[in-house]
């Protein structure tokens, strides 16, 4: 019996899989980068342990910020909360290669509120351009998009029919704004939040271009940087190039790009590539 999730930093998505059944749940986003061990601890015993009820062998966590020694201090808290279980601990970009490539190689790109990508030869990650987070890189991500967005509006770039739809839709002054943004905890998901607003009104030039250039700048930035890029599959997993897949298979046509998978999750596919390798 195994318990698998995918940890961004807005929600995580767990799957259960047991002997009779099998469900699924969201808490909130556990990043060790972050938080500190009492408020995971804290996390996973409230909204998490009572629902699979200690009958666990293996827990399988992939996240945000599990990197170098996170991941370790990630593993133990996990075995404190959940007894007599073998626990491991990855980051979310091995999750995302494991759950678009399997065992192929391939290249793994994370778009959602935040951005990474990674070559993968078909067991593990071999490159990786670092994302930088929303400040200096993440580009194409929920975080970015929302970033420009916010930009353009309080710079008045945005055409005037835009402008009231953003003010009506969120009244925000720029007080505010620089507030969430440099003094509150998790600026990236306010900013990403604004992706929705973008989504909605995609058939409008501004949003349409604004999209379109933050994709093309990820692949720019990150994806040509990888050896024989051409040749390889290119997929991605994450809510924005879900919800703006059309943009990106454009992109990928008009570059003659491999566009593999594009899923909105990489859930399932993390489960099953455990019950295919479970010893």
């Known amino acids: 019996m195994i318990l698998v999730a995918d940890s961004g930093s807005t929600k995580t998505d767990w799957k259960f899989m047991g002997k009779n059944n099998s469900f699924l749940f969201q808490t909130s986003g556990i990043n060790p980068f972050y938080m500190s061990d009492d408020q995971i601890f804290t996390e996973l015993k409230d ?71 990674c070559l993968y030869d078909g067991a593990k990650i071999v490159d ?38 953003f003010r009506k839709r969120y009244n925000l002054d720029t007080a505010n704004i620089l507030r969430k943004v440099y003094q509150e905890a998790f600026p990236n998901r306010f900013l990403a939040g604004f992706s929705k607003f973008i989504y909605e009104h995609i058939e409008d030039e501004q949003m349409y271009r604004l999209v379109y250039e933050s994709f093309n700048e990820f692949l720019e930035r990150n994806v040509y940087k990888y050896a024989n890029y051409q040749e390889m599959n290119i997929h991605f997993v994450g809510s924005v190039a879900y919800y703006f897949s059309d943009i990106l298979k454009s992109i990928f046509k008009e570059n003659n790009l491999k566009i593999g998978k594009i899923i909105k999750s990489p859930l399932n596919d993390l489960v099953n590539y455990h019950l295919k390798h479970i010893k």
């Open 47 to 117: 909204e998490v342990l009572s629902k699979v009820n200690n009958t666990l062998t293996k827990v399988y966590f992939y996240g945000a910020g599990v990197v170098g020694e996170q991941k370790t201090r990630m593993e133990h808290i996990l075995s404190s909360v959940f007894s007599d279980v073998q626990a491991f601990a990855e980051s979310d970009l091995l999750g995302a290669a494991r759950a678009l490539c399997g065992d192929q190689e391939g290249i793994a790109c994370i778009m959602g509120t935040g951005a990474n990508s």
């Open 128 to 165: 990786n351009i670092p994302p930088l987070g929303f400040i200096q890189g993440d580009e194409g991500s929920g975080a970015v998009l929302g970033k420009q967005l916010i930009t353009m509006y309080l710079k008045r770039e945005l055409s005037d029919t835009l402008a009231e739809k």
